[in-house]
């Protein structure tokens, strides 16, 4: 079936790097993403990666996918308190010529100075 | 480019009623789809649109109903409301929703129901 799992909580000093993981279970997920919500705000997408690729890297963000494990993780360099928020990864699920995105739970990242 | 542009961006209802919420994709894009975000159930597939026609349905029951227009702007509506349709509902548009596409997400219509 298709399931999507993270940790629920994150904390972290300003200015450490921050990892967030995920693991999905869909083998045929093409793209993996990474999302923000802050309070009160809908979905931010920060990232994304192909599932042929084991790395993606976007200035602060570091994206490293093992599709053997099915495994995602989401590294954040020189956190911020800015960057406190909700992160949500989500696979996309092939479905009737279109198709949906399965989230994870959502991992809350506090970033305390 | 505007994003994706959801109204109203509040709303308070009671027990049975019905109500509408409205999103404005982004220009060009094609595909609309409707996730629900509660706090117990986190965020759900509901329904996607395209070209006017739904193409993927979530495990919702029919109270939960949608349309596309041929401009591409979707309606989503609950009919006889229940005190666990309170979520925050989250619209989002793609060119096609094909699989290599973003997903660009508005803000939300945060829904309560007393």
């Known amino acids: 079936g298709e399931d999507v799992e993270q940790s629920l909580f994150l904390s972290v000093r300003e200015g450490d790097s921050s990892v967030i993981n995920c693991t999905y279970t869909?083998?045929?997920?093409?793209?993996l993403y990474w999302y923000k919500q802050e309070p009160g705000a809908g979905l931010q997408l920060l990232t994304y990666i192909f599932s042929n690729m084991d790395m993606k890297q976007d200035q602060r963000l570091t994206v490293l996918l093992n599709k053997k494990d099915k495994h995602l993780s989401l590294r954040i360099a020189d956190t911020q308190t800015g960057d406190s928020a909700i992160y949500f990864c989500?696979?996309?699920?092939?479905?009737?010529?279109?198709?949906?995105?399965?989230f994870g739970q959502g991992t809350e990242l506090s970033v305390k100075p | 480019k505007a994003g994706v542009t959801q109204t109203p961006r509040y709303l308070i209802k009671t027990r049975g009623q019905q109500v509408t919420l409205s999103c404005s994709p982004i220009?060009?894009?094609?595909?609309v789809s409707w996730y629900q975000q509660t706090p117990g159930q986190g965020l759900q597939f509901l329904f996607e649109y395209f070209s006017e026609t739904q193409r993927n349905k979530g495990n919702f029951p029919g109270r939960f109903s949608g349309r596309q227009f041929s401009n591409s702007r979707s309606e989503m509506n609950v009919s006889t409301l229940e005190l666990g349709d309170s979520a925050l509902y989250l619209c989002?548009?793609?060119?096609?929703?094909?699989?290599?596409?973003?997903?660009?997400f508005g803000s939300g219509t945060q829904l309560s129901v007393l």
């Open positions: 220009s060009g894009h094609r595909s």
């Open positions: 869909d083998s045929s997920s093409t793209y």
């Open positions: 989500a696979e996309f699920s092939i479905y009737n010529q279109g198709g949906k995105l399965i």
């Open positions: 989002a548009s793609s060119l096609a929703m094909s699989t290599n596409e973003k997903l660009f």
